[in-house]
């Protein structure tokens, strides 16, 4: 088992930066994968960034150039950097990690962006 505890949401104003945390604990040796997903109210929960084992990032277009992930191997934490935030960034943020057999979430984290 994993666990995933997230922090660092909350309210900024449009052009402004946030910068969430995921921690993990557990059986974090069989994680191959971390990153975050987001989910906006009536809207599916999409991928916005991930970082592989081996460093390997991937970005939804959306927030390419505005976005970055990064990870504290010693601390088995994620991080994304959230810069130029738009109002269209805001929605629940999920800590996602996975492993060879199982997929884990964290409990989300609100980011609201005003305009």
């Known amino acids: 088992q994993v666990q995933l505890v997230e922090s660092g949401g909350g309210l900024v104003q449009a052009g402004g930066s946030l910068r969430l945390s995921c921690a993990a604990s557990?059986?974090?040796?069989?994680?191959?994968?971390m990153g975050w997903y987001r989910q906006a109210p009536g809207n599916q929960r999409d991928l916005v960034a991930a970082?592989?084992?081996?460093?390997?990032?991937d970005f939804a277009d959306s927030v390419k150039g505005r976005f970055t992930i990064s990870r504290d191997t010693a601390k088995n934490t994620v991080y994304l950097q959230m810069n130029s935030l738009k109002p269209e960034d805001t929605a629940v943020y999920y800590c996602h990690a996975r492993s060879s057999f199982d997929d884990y979430w964290g409990q989300g984290t609100q980011v609201t962006v005003s305009s």
């Open positions: 557990g059986n974090f040796f069989s994680i191959n994968s």
């Open positions: 970082i592989t084992r081996s460093g390997i990032t």
